[in-house]
């Protein structure tokens, strides 16, 4: 008897320990709130962030099951406003600025279809997203609850872009393109992901997938179903879900 106690001991500490680490490895979602006046359909979207996160920027919208641009959900701030806290360098430190960054999000900026005051589609302070519908991103993993403008009622889509600065593989190389400034603060280009949807015959929740990916320097707005080529950039999400509420 005096064996067995010795031997549950050390099991006991063991399971203790596991039960410990398993608490402090759950995941802590941000929740934030974008659209909230609005009477239209309430959409819940929740980020759970991969092992390559690192501050990604955004963009979410909603198309029609075409996918047609209806209107954006949310787009991280200094996408939506035109004005990035690490715009320039002075003095030996990042300033905040205007700058535009045609590659951060391209493919939502084309289907956003805005021309701004330089001739692309990159939003400025002239052009840019409504405050309903942009803000600070969230550092990690997050639940995003929001609305649409009016009611919906058939079928959509969900589109997410993101995209990572300096996030190099070997194939997209910090050397590839020297010469091309916009590649330069990019480098694997922006994801999409997307979900079909059903507001009449909804699933208790739908899971976001890739797509495809945007055009490198976002001199368009093309769409690669090829991802061969990206590596840790399919990381940055380990899961996207869709609750229509």
């Given at each position: 008897?005096?064996?067995?106690?010795?031997?549950?001991?050390?099991?006991?500490?063991?399971?203790?320990?596991?039960?410990?680490?398993?608490?402090?490895?759950?995941?802590?979602?941000?929740?934030?709130?974008?659209?909230?006046?609005?009477?239209?359909?309430?959409?819940?979207?929740?980020?759970?962030?991969?092992?390559?996160?690192?501050?990604?920027?955004?963009?979410?919208?909603?198309?029609?099951?075409?996918?047609?641009?209806?209107?954006?959900?949310?787009?991280?701030?200094?996408?939506?406003?035109?004005?990035?806290?690490?715009?320039?360098?002075?003095?030996?430190?990042?300033?905040?600025?205007?700058?535009?960054?045609?590659?951060?999000?391209?493919?939502?900026?084309?289907?956003?279809?805005?021309?701004?005051?330089?001739?692309?589609?990159?939003?400025?302070?002239?052009?840019?997203?409504?405050?309903?519908?942009?803000?600070?991103?969230?550092?990690?993993?997050?639940?995003?609850h929001t609305k649409t403008g009016?009611?919906?009622?058939?079928?959509?889509?969900?589109?997410?872009?993101?995209?990572?600065?300096?996030?190099?593989?070997?194939?997209?190389?910090?050397?590839?393109?020297?010469?091309?400034?916009?590649?330069?603060?990019?480098?694997?280009?922006?994801?999409?992901?997307?979900?079909?949807?059903?507001?009449?015959?909804?699933?208790?929740?739908?899971?976001?997938?890739?797509?495809?990916?945007?055009?490198?320097?976002?001199?368009?707005?093309?769409?690669?179903?090829?991802?061969?080529?990206?590596?840790?950039?399919?990381?940055?999400?380990?899961?996207?879900?869709?609750?229509?509420?």
């Amino acid at each position: 008897m005096k064996m067995i106690k010795k031997n549950i001991i050390p099991l006991l500490l063991i399971a203790l320990a596991l039960t410990v680490t398993a608490q402090k490895k759950k995941e802590v979602f941000q929740e934030v709130n974008y659209g909230g006046n609005n009477k239209g359909t309430p959409i819940t979207i929740q980020f759970e962030k991969g092992k390559a996160h690192n501050h990604p920027l955004f963009a979410i919208w909603l198309a029609d099951e075409n996918g047609k641009y209806i209107q954006t959900l949310y787009v991280s701030e200094s996408i939506g406003q035109g004005e990035f806290k690490h715009a320039v360098r002075g003095n030996g430190k990042w300033l905040e600025g205007e700058i535009l960054r045609p590659a951060a999000l391209p493919y939502w900026a084309h289907q956003r279809n805005i021309i701004n005051e330089f001739g692309s589609y990159t939003p400025t302070k002239n052009h840019c997203v409504v405050d309903a519908y942009t803000g600070a991103t969230p550092s990690s993993s997050f639940i995003l609850h929001t609305k649409t403008g009016t009611p919906l009622s058939g079928k959509y889509r969900i589109m997410l872009e993101l995209n990572q600065c300096w996030d190099w593989n070997e194939f997209w190389s910090e050397d590839k393109y020297l010469k091309d400034v916009d590649y330069r603060t990019s480098g694997q280009p922006a994801l999409v992901y997307a979900v079909d949807i059903d507001i009449n015959n909804a699933k208790p929740f739908y899971i976001m997938k890739p797509i495809g990916h945007s055009h490198y320097l976002g001199a368009d707005g093309s769409l690669t179903p090829d991802l061969s080529t990206i590596t840790t950039a399919l990381k940055i999400a380990k899961k996207i879900t869709v609750t229509i509420n």
